[in-house]
């Protein structure tokens, strides 16, 4: 179940950051809905970093090199893609004022984009909200497939590198089930955040060494 609120006052990039550091995230009912309403899950999605699972088929995709993953060279293009109708989505939350809430995050230091390239062309990705040892992810796209996974995989590389201690999923689903991702309950979380917030985490923008080094040496029981 979700606790949601209607939002009344404008929301300010700092106003954001405060919301988050409380456990809360905002959303729009549909692309052209002008208002938000925050968000506050009974049961909240994490996914543990020192048990992020890989499948065996995407650490070949990783080891071949498919992709060519940057952070942080494109991050309006990312919030575009996130935004785009699919025919498995045909409408999404991410409206004009969150794409320039999130923006004015990414120029603040505080968000982050995580991009597949191939070709020159971006093929997919992700982003978040970096708030002490937090990592908040927020949406990820796939104009290719394993595109979205691939830049998940670094994204979690980085995030170990840069000692941050939360990956937060928000909801739970079957796709971030196969990588570990669990629901913790409202007041475990708020517990993990607290913890994670006196953490003085630093998001790398580059990785030393090969990406699966970073990783975990198993998923403790994910699925495969």
């Given at each position: 179940m979700i ?10 990039p700092?106003?954001?950051l405060r919301?988050y ?5 905002p ?8 208002t938000l309403?925050w968000?506050?899950p ?9 048990r992020f699972?890989l499948?065996?088929r995407?650490?070949?995709?990783l080891r071949?090199?498919r ?6 060279t494109?991050f ?5 893609g996130?935004?785009e ?12 004022e969150?794409?320039d809430?999130y ?6 230091g505080?968000a982050h984009?995580?991009e ?8 997919g ?6 708030l002490?040892g ?9 104009r ?6 691939i ?7 980085r995030?170990r ?6 990956l ?12 570990g ?13 607290s913890?994670?917030?006196?953490v003085?985490?630093?998001?790398p923008?580059?990785?030393?060494g090969?990406v699966?080094?970073?990783l ?9």
């Amino acid at each position: 179940m979700i606790a949601a609120t209607k939002s009344i006052d404008r929301i300010t990039p700092e106003i954001l950051l405060r919301a988050y550091a409380v456990g809360l995230f905002p959303m729009a009912e549909s692309r052209d809905d002008t208002t938000l309403f925050w968000v506050d899950p009974h049961a909240r999605g994490v996914l543990p970093l020192d048990r992020f699972h890989l499948p065996k088929r995407l650490k070949r995709v990783l080891r071949q090199g498919r992709f060519d993953v940057r952070c942080d060279t494109a991050f309006a293009d990312i919030l575009d893609g996130c935004a785009e109708p699919t025919e498995r989505r045909p409408d999404t939350w991410i409206n004009h004022e969150i794409r320039d809430l999130y923006l004015a995050l990414f120029h603040m230091g505080h968000a982050h984009s995580l991009e597949a390239w191939r070709d020159g062309k971006l093929m997919g990705g992700l982003y978040g909200v970096a708030l002490g040892g937090a990592f908040f992810g927020e949406s990820m796209f796939s104009r290719e497939p394993d595109a979205s996974k691939i830049a998940l995989a670094h994204l979690v590389v980085r995030l170990r590198k840069g000692g941050f201690t939360l990956l937060d999923t928000q909801f739970v689903t079957e796709h971030l089930k196969r990588f570990g991702a669990v629901e913790v309950p409202r007041a475990e979380y708020r517990a993990m955040l607290s913890q994670a917030l006196s953490v003085l985490a630093q998001f790398p923008r580059a990785i030393d060494g090969r990406v699966e080094d970073w990783l975990p040496a198993d998923g403790n029981g994910a699925v495969e």
